[in-house]
């Protein structure tokens, strides 16, 4: 039986199509057990040495190699290297130029504080076709002096006479910073300087600036008190006070003055008017 048995596995692993007549010459019992043994047998040596089949495909990203990939500063970045098709699975290393990343390891800083790496993750994914996929990745948060740092991934299996390497080159680009700007010198209109206004008279002065980043605020004050604080921005970056009030005698020689900031400004812009009442 044991003979039998052997050859039985021997030529239906290899030679599947010798497997029926063979199955043939066996009692019902037999046939089921060797059909259990050969399928075990088909199994193991599907995943034995025999099978060493290297990676089909080795990339970063699913880019080519030597590419660069862009970050904005401080940014995170994801670099997977992913090993196909082979078996049984690949293993993969890390590099930063020449230095070998170590696995499971957080970096903190690297060449005096350059950057945070996270630890590489791997993970290993087995197809239907029984072949397996290594992916392993690693997450960075470049800074500025890190600019063209180059990774290199490098896949190692039995099926290669030597490993297989790529890289891609970091390149980091300053984040974007709004800088202050400030507003244009306030305007002011509904009096005209020198002229007369009679007390119970409704004046209303109209203070307007345009442009600033951010927008300004926008006051009026009558010397270092605050009378109106109602400004608006429109669409067009015009931002605007209307001061609406009744002109009394106490008003004669008052300075009504309009102050236009933001944090483009050491100090604010004004604009003013002196006003001569009867």
Known sequence: MSNLLNEL????????????????????????????????AIERARDSDPFVLPPKHVSINGLDDSSEVMVREADKLSLACTAEGSKPAATIDWYLRTIKLVPGVFKKTLSGGGFSQEAAKTTVLKGQDRRYTTVSSITLYPKMEQAGAVYTCEVNHPGLERPVRTSVTVGVFEKRVLFSVPPEVPQIRGYTP?????????????????????????????GDTLADSSFATSAAGVTSNTFTFLVEPGHHGAVFRCEANNSGVARPLTASVRLHVL
Not at 205 to 214: A, D, E, F, I, K
């Open 9 to 40: 596995i021997r030529y239906a692993v290899i030679y599947p199509e010798d497997r029926e007549p063979l199955l043939r010459t066996c009692s019902t019992q037999k046939k089921n057990l060797i059909t259990e043994i050969i399928s075990a």
């Open 194 to 222: 020198g002229t007369t206004v009679k007390a119970g008279d409704r004046l209303t002065l109209v203070c307007s600036t345009r442009g600033g980043r951010p927008a300004p605020t926008l006051l009026w004050l009558r």
